[in-house]
Structures are given as C-alpha cells and as structure tokens.
C-alpha cells in the first residue's frame, strides 16, 4: 500500500497528548499514533453502519411475536445441554 505525505495542524493540546503518548511507548512516532486513530475511527463506523443495517433489517421483518422465555430456555437445553 502506498503513502501519501500529508501536512496538518494540531492545537498545542493536541500536541502534547500525541507527545505524550509517545513518550509512554505507545507509538514511535506521531504518524504511527494518527494513523492508528484513523484506523480506530474506521472500525468505529464500520460498526455503526453494521448496528444500522441490523436495526433497518430488524424493523423491515414485520411486527414482533410474542417471546415465550420458557421455552426458549428448554430450546437451548435441548439443543447445547
């Protein structure tokens, strides 16, 4: 995968907080720690699209049924015990 070499601006918090992450030995550098919270912003919506596809698909599958928890339970001991 290539790279391109980007130029941005942070607030002197914004800064230190990377500065200080790297001094504790979470990254090597202030790219790694970007890069990584890129990464983790990523998973994050990626996690939320699939929350909301569930959601669109769970109120597309019609009216609820009633949930009897008894026999579900003796479902699931039948099945796994």
Avoid at 32 to 59: F, T
């Amino acid at each position: 995968m290539g790279t391109v070499r980007k130029t941005i601006t942070l607030t002197e918090q914004q800064d230190g907080w990377i500065k200080t992450q790297i001094s504790a030995g979470h990254y090597t550098n202030d790219s790694e720690c970007i890069r990584d919270l890129i990464r983790r912003e990523q998973e994050r919506n990626a996690e939320v699209e699939a929350i909301r596809h569930a959601l669109i698909e769970g109120e597309a599958s019609g009216d609820p049924q009633p949930f009897n928890a008894a026999k579900f339970k003796q479902r699931m001991r039948t099945a796994h015990g």
